[in-house]
């Protein structure tokens, strides 16, 4: 246990030090000096807190939360909290460099922000998770707010986490702040569409890349690496649409069935944590899945699942990542040689912070959006920023993970220069 839990740390700490390589390269191709990476190349603030919670059976348990912002050059920082037995630090951290890339991106007026807590909410009760979650706002609550940082849902954490994080800080400020926090039930200011915004940009994605690849997506044949909130509502929309599903998987394992599998009825099974195959045996690995031929490969779960181990193996044309962090860098130049097409985290998986935008927007507003306004208005985002990173991608002749970088911080490097904090 001991040893998985080393092996998973290192693992993330070569995410931080890979996102801080990309990053300087874009700053230099951008024609900025070494002192505007020396800025970016990690959060400008993070905040450690220690949460006591009285658990279920009297005991009190110390949870260890974190809060990164990582520049908010652009506006106030803005990213989702994880709920997670394997939250770290440096996770924390690189986590919100993402999201100043995935805000650049999408020309949201934020930087970067996000925040974890280390626990496992599959082994506590709603009770215990409201504590926690009423706990961390109140640790955290001085560097939040809705014009200074705005939380939102992440990993094991979702609309229920949000309403009692914003009921505890309109506690705290004494008075209602619905903007605090998006991803809320719709009846507390919630937005329409925001529960689905992530797999809706996903799969805007994924008819994009299609174009570029000349692939009918009727024709496709398409497998999805988790069944959590991305991946469950990615295999309904692309399963209506016309796509053959032939592999899912959860913690537990893959399923797999070149003839396609029956969507309606493993969603109708799922759990709330996705969990699908244990209902199942003869079970797939995780890794055995990742290998099978297919059309259009889309890791929607955790980090570092592609790497140069198994790069070589990877049978898809077309990779989009609907997870943070899915595919290592030296597995992109691998994938990249070998002609494949990666549509990068921080483009595929931003129809969430989109809607969280749209949904701070209705918020400050107090005037709420139909459902096909929300849907209007992000594929019109998700075209035109797939767009710009392709053409960028293309003049420049680079991959598109290093032109979303490259448009993405270039946001927050000219706001840090106007700001003349360079
Ligand atoms: N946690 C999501 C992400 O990684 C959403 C963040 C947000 O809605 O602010 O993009």
Redesign the pocket.
């Known amino acids: 246990m001991v040893k998985v839990q080393v092996v998973k740390q290192k693992a993330k700490e070569g995410l931080f030090s890979s996102t801080q390589a990309i990053i300087q390269e874009a700053i230099q191709s951008l024609g900025y000096d070494s002192s505007m990476y020396e800025l970016l190349k990690e959060p400008l603030k993070m905040l450690t807190v220690r949460i006591p919670v009285k658990m279920d059976d009297g005991s009190t348990q110390i949870f260890t939360g974190y809060r990164a912002q990582h520049n908010d050059a652009v506006g106030p920082t803005?990213?989702?909290v994880?709920f997670h037995p394997d939250v770290t630090e440096e996770e924390v951290k690189t986590?919100s460099m993402?999201?100043t890339i995935?805000c650049g991106i999408f020309n949201l007026p934020y930087g970067g922000g996000?925040g974890g807590i280390i626990c496992d909410p599959r082994k506590m009760s709603m009770l215990e998770l409201e504590r926690l979650s009423r706990g961390y706002v109140r640790a955290i609550s001085q560097i939040v707010g809705p014009t200074k940082d705005?939380?939102?849902?992440?990993m094991f954490t979702n609309p229920q986490v949000m309403a009692w994080m914003m009921d505890e800080y309109s506690s705290i400020q004494e008075f209602d702040s619905p903007g605090f926090i998006?991803?809320k039930p719709i009846v507390l200011g919630g937005s329409k569409g925001r529960e689905t915004a992530?797999a809706a940009g996903v799969t805007i994605c994924i008819e994009e890349a299609a174009k570029r690849r000349g692939l009918d997506l009727k024709e496709a044949r398409i497998i999805i690496q988790g069944f959590g909130n991305a991946g469950s509502f990615l295999s309904k929309f692309l399963y209506d649409a016309g796509a053959k599903i032939i592999g899912v998987s959860d913690v537990g394992g893959a399923l797999y069935d070149p003839k396609g599998l029956d969507i309606p009825y493993l969603l109708e099974r799922r759990d709330s944590f996705g969990m699908i195959t244990n209902l199942f045996e003869n079970v797939l690995t995780n890794e055995e899945l990742l290998e099978k031929e297919c059309d259009v490969l889309v890791p929607a779960a955790i980090s570092n699942q592609i790497t140069e181990q198994n790069a070589e193996h990877i049978q898809a044309d077309i990779i989009v990542e609907a997870a943070?962090g899915p595919t290592t860098q030296k597995a992109t130049e691998i994938l990249t040689k070998r002609n494949k097409l990666i549509v990068p985290d921080v483009l595929a998986?931003?129809g969430?912070?989109t809607?969280?935008?749209f949904e701070w927007v209705q918020n400050n507003q107090g005037y709420y959006w139909t459902e096909e306004e929300v849907a209007q208005k992000l594929r019109y985002k998700i075209k035109e920023s797939f767009e710009q990173i392709a053409h960028t991608s293309e003049t420049r002749g680079i991959d598109m993970r290093l032109a979303a970088y490259i448009v993405g911080i270039g946001r927050a490097a000219e706001a840090s220069m106007f700001r003349g904090w360079v």
Do not use: C, E, F, H
Request: hydrophobic content about 30%; aromatic content about 8%.
């Open positions: 803005k990213g989702g994880r986590l993402w999201m995935k996000k705005i939380p939102a849902p992440d998006t991803g992530t943070n998986s931003s969430g912070v809607v969280s935008y």
